[in-house]
């Protein structure tokens, strides 16, 4: 694979890009998630859906039966007409509490690692693509910069081989997330240095004619495009975040044979706390609104010419943070929509009285201008606020107290209309304080 070969092929208009569909759509939880969760990722505009692998956390004696348990969800989650993946973490001995990271001198342990990763592909039959994660959690403390990172490269050339081997009807992709993390040089997610280290050194591997082959595909981070960890980091250090990938680094991988240019963008739709929320630890957070953030994204991601894109969530996320969860499938099925009209659709979906739905998607909007997400961002990378007619936060309580639910609802929301409005009205009172 050429992948340092700049593409000669006639670069399409960007306004034909930016009005494409994106193919891929997809959501990416840590365990198998609930029956009834399916249907209304389907009806929202999901196609692909990604579980992480938690087999090298389980004990050998068990990991059997674990892997049969994961094989069947990923059958059910096909069964409901997704495209299903397995995602691989590069650390070894993992646990959600313990990260033994991995320690390159002792080779018999990145072996072992590799021997896991080739059970699970054996043993998940039914799995349609597998992916090789980079950082985060992952990498090795004793790494001596780009020493580290080719560890893991060739870690990720030996997992393509085994994907191709035991499972030739899937695809495989790599994902470059925090794969910084492989280059301990006193570098650390809270500086603009470790996300600068993240676009070089995928740079570099994405220039080895070697470290794919044509038909694998990439998960980009897109962490320079969104993640408030991330710009918060460039704003202290008074720089600017390189977007990447771009169309130019896009273009020059499908020309090579690289067929799937996949964001992965993790944190934003089921918010995950980076430290700023305060919703940390035991505090839960309540339903919030992003659409202006993830309307943003999504349009970063069309014009760099991504043609996939994972979003997360978990458990109870996918009712949590229903319109996000929404909106992010919309905007990647249609780029003519806007965060408004997404609102007002997705406000139709719990109310059929037109003057709850217009209530409704005004509560919506002032849930976003009061969202944390958008207050753990640096001032300058703020989007303009949504036009709302509540002036505080009493309005908008008595106005969704007004709102009368759908009771059958026409639409296969994850959870009663009321349901739903009960946790708006949460997020108010949190807003109230």
């Not at 993640?227 to 130019?248: C, E, F, I, V």
């Not at 706390?273 to 305060?278: H, K």
């Not at 992003?290 to 979003?311: D, K, W």
Request: hydrophobic share 35%.
């Amino acid at each position: 694979m050429a992948c340092g070969v700049r593409s000669e092929k006639k670069e399409r208009p960007m306004e034909d890009k930016m009005g494409m569909a994106i193919p891929s759509v997809g959501l990416y939880t840590f365990s198998p998630s609930p029956l009834g969760h399916y249907a209304f990722w389907k009806a929202c505009g999901y196609n692909t859906y990604q579980l992480l692998d938690g087999g090298q956390s389980v004990p050998p004696e068990q990991r059997e039966s674990y892997y049969r348990s994961l094989n069947k969800a990923v059958a059910t989650a096909k069964k409901a007409g997704l495209t299903v993946g397995v995602l691989f973490l590069s650390n070894v001995d993992y646990s959600p509490t313990t990260i033994n990271y991995i320690p390159l001198g002792d080779k018999q342990r990145l072996s072992n690692r590799v021997s896991e990763i080739n059970y699970a592909v054996k043993a998940l039959p039914n799995a349609d693509f597998f992916t090789f994660f980079g950082g985060d959690p992952g990498g090795s403390p004793d790494t001596l910069g780009m020493e580290g990172v080719l560890v893991w490269k060739h870690m990720a050339k030996e997992v393509g081989e085994i994907v191709r081997r035991e499972a030739p009807k899937a695809f495989y992709n790599v994902s470059l997330w925090a794969v910084a993390h492989f280059d301990y040089l006193q570098i650390s997610p809270f500086f603009a240095d470790f996300w600068e280290k993240e676009v070089h050194y995928s740079e570099i591997l994405l220039q080895d004619d070697e470290f794919l082959r044509p038909g694998d595909g990439i998960e980009f981070p897109m962490h320079n495009y969104y993640r408030s960890l991330a710009l918060k980091a460039y704003h202290d250090a008074g720089k600017q975040p390189q977007r990447y990938p771009t169309d130019a680094v896009t273009d020059r991988l499908k020309s090579s044979g690289i067929a799937r240019n996949w964001a992965w963008t993790y944190f934003l739709v089921d918010e995950i706390d980076d430290g700023y929320t305060g919703y940390s630890g035991v505090k839960k957070h309540p339903s919030q609104a992003e659409t202006r953030y993830i309307h943003q994204v999504v349009n970063g991601a069309r014009s760099a010419g991504i043609n996939g894109m994972i979003a997360n969530t978990e458990g109870e996320g996918t009712l949590i943070e229903a319109l996000n969860v929404y909106a992010y499938a919309r905007f990647c099925n249609d780029s003519k929509l806007t965060p408004e009209t997404v609102i007002d659709e997705f406000a139709g979906h719990y109310t059929d009285d037109e003057e709850s739905k217009a209530k409704l998607a005004q509560v919506i909007r002032f849930i976003e201008n009061h969202s944390t997400w958008e207050e753990s961002i640096p001032e300058g990378y703020r989007l303009p606020k949504l036009a709302c007619r509540f002036k505080d936060v009493h309005e908008a309580l008595e106005a969704i107290d007004q709102v009368k639910p759908l009771k059958v609802p026409r639409f296969p929301v994850p959870e009663p209309a009321s349901a739903y409005l009960d946790r708006l009205k949460d997020r108010l009172m949190d807003i109230k304080g």
